[in-house]
């Protein structure tokens, strides 16, 4: 790792991605077991 900066931002973007696609399925479990 020479340049942090630079491996700081796509590891963010994969976080993002990462929790929005758990929301996602989340959201899509709930609504599936809803009326």
Same mark, same amino acid.
């Given at each position: 790792?020479?340049?942090?900066?630079?491996?700081?931002?796509? %590891?963010?973007?994969?976080?993002?991605?990462?929790?929005?696609?758990? %929301?996602?399925?989340?959201?899509?479990?709930?609504? %599936?077991?809803?009326?």
């Amino acid at each position: 790792m020479n340049s942090p900066e630079k491996m700081k931002f796509p %590891a963010d973007l994969q976080g993002l991605r990462r929790s929005f696609i758990l %929301a996602g399925g989340e959201v899509r479990e709930s609504l %599936a077991k809803g009326p």
